[in-house]
T-cell receptor, first 114, second 110 residues
Framework: DTGVSQNPRHKITKRGQNVTFRCDPI?????LYWYRQTLGQGPEFLTY????????KSRLLSDRFSAERPKGSFSTLEIQRTEQGDSAMYLC????????????FGEGSWLTVV | AQRVTQPEKLLSVFKGAPVELKCNYS??????LFWYVQYSRQRLQLLLR??SRESIKGFTADLNKGETSFHLKKPFAQEEDSAMYYC????????????FGKGTMLLVSP
């Protein structure tokens, strides 16, 4: 298992376009998280799934953001009508009850909105 | 509300010097505290967690509930310790999510 996998690793998009990021968690991890990180800041929580259920959403997650985990495996994070303020690193992480709930992070997806 | 404060953006030391990266937290309860590290061009990874009470790569951290601190220490810094270090808290009012500090960059010079 190669850990949490995210793609694309980098995305440059024009303001107003939609973008989608995909996250493949570690196999059999039932918990999946999305975080956002901007320069000079630590990761900030966006949303959390347990299996396919989205159980928590941060107020950072505006109505232009939507996340899904349809089969309780991979997840997608879509940003509609992107704005320059959306430029950030989007991190996915996963954990399981069996691993002591240690949270493992992916390498992240860099978004630049021009 | 839960909050993690890392007062230093950058800590620069010479090889062999002791290191202490500060972390203070705010949480009305008994949280779980972690240190994550990010080496250059690598993903964020767990360094240690307070409930394990272990030493990883020579680093230790003790949870001080009175001072609400979880400082990371190493007696003799090595060049390979140069990295970004994040302190994180997990409370029990939510769903196991982590709240991170802004991070401290540790630079160890030869």
């Amino acid at each position: 298992d190669t850990g949490v996998s995210q793609n694309p690793r980098h995305k440059i998009t024009k303001r107003g376009q939609n973008v989608t990021f995909r996250c493949d968690p570690i196999s059999e991890h039932n918990r999946l998280y999305w975080y956002r990180q901007t320069l000079g800041q630590g990761p900030e929580f966006l949303t959390y799934f347990q299996n396919e259920a989205q159980l928590e959403k941060s107020r950072l997650l505006s109505d232009r953001f939507s996340a899904e985990r349809p089969k309780g495996s991979f997840s997608t994070l879509e940003i509609q009508r992107t704005e320059q303020g959306d430029s950030a690193m989007y991190l996915c992480a996963s954990s399981s009850d069996n691993s002591g709930n240690t949270i493992y992070f992916g390498e992240g997806s860099w978004l630049t909105v021009v | 509300a839960q909050r993690v404060t890392q007062p230093e953006k950058l800590l620069s030391v010479f090889k062999g010097a002791p290191v202490e990266l500060k972390c203070n937290y705010s949480y009305s309860g008994s949280p779980e505290l972690f240190w994550y590290v990010q080496y250059s061009r690598q993903r964020l990874q767990l360094l240690l967690r307070h409930i394990s009470r272990e030493s990883i790569k020579g680093f230790t951290a003790d949870l001080n509930k009175g001072e609400t601190s979880f400082h990371l220490k190493k007696p003799f810094a090595q060049e390979e310790d140069s990295a970004m270090y994040y302190c994180a808290l997990r409370g029990y009012s939510g769903y196991s999510t982590l709240t991170f500090g802004k991070g401290t960059m540790l630079l160890v010079s030869p």
